[in-house]
């Protein structure tokens, strides 16, 4: 039996739920870091496969993690249109160019400086997911996305990986699944 949550709404949201369930399959398999980018990449995935069963249970993700909560806490189809801190004028990244370092002023307001960014710089990641799955022309489905960031996550990542290691595992992911057939957008989707 699992518990966890005190009953708030976090702990009755199936892409929260679903996202912290990913965490143990994580654990479990690359057992990423918890700090800097492979601690964001814990969190990207968590967010993938949070959105990846609401897609499969409702019929279609709406790429907001923490539906059904009165504040969404990430926009992965979108991610630089959220605040990170309400008022602050900084927005979760979509690229790589736009990631927050250590030492950045954002960071310092954050509680642990956030592990190096791990809940922000995650939308990096997740949002090429969301390109590659239904966001870009030539985008492949969430489900043809979900099948080999599982299998980059469970078999091709070490505990201290990083984004270009993912960019990586999906692509030899999506080889061994599919051939070859996966287009350069879809390679260049990683924006790493």
């Not at 479990?28 to 995935?45: H, I, K, M, P, R």
């Not at 069963?53 to 189809?77: C, F, H, Q, Y």
């Not at 990986?161 to 051939?179: H, N, P």
């Amino acid at each position: 039996m699992m518990y966890f949550g005190d009953g708030q709404p976090f702990a009755g949201a199936l892409d929260v739920v679903a996202h912290e369930l990913t965490h143990g399959i994580t654990s479990y398999t690359a057992n990423l870091v918890y700090q800097d980018q492979s601690g964001a990449l814990n969190e990207a995935f968590s967010d993938i496969f949070g959105e990846a069963v609401e897609a499969r249970t409702t019929g279609k993700a709406d790429w907001k993690m923490g539906t059904n909560l009165s504040d969404t806490i990430r926009l992965i189809s979108n991610p630089s249109s959220l605040e990170i801190i309400s008022g602050s004028g900084r927005y979760y990244p979509s690229k790589m160019s736009r990631f927050y370092a250590r030492g950045d002023s954002l960071l310092s307001k954050l509680e642990n400086q956030d592990y190096g960014g791990v809940h922000i710089n995650t939308t990096i990641v997740s949002h090429a997911f969301y390109l590659l799955a239904e966001g870009m022309s030539g985008a492949i489905g969430i489900q043809d996305a979900e099948n080999f960031n599982f299998g980059a996550l469970t078999y091709h990542l070490v505990s201290n990986s990083q984004f270009i290691d993912a960019r990586l595992a999906c692509i030899t992911s999506a080889e061994e699944l599919f051939g070859k057939r996966l287009e350069s957008g879809g390679k260049n989707s990683f924006g790493i």
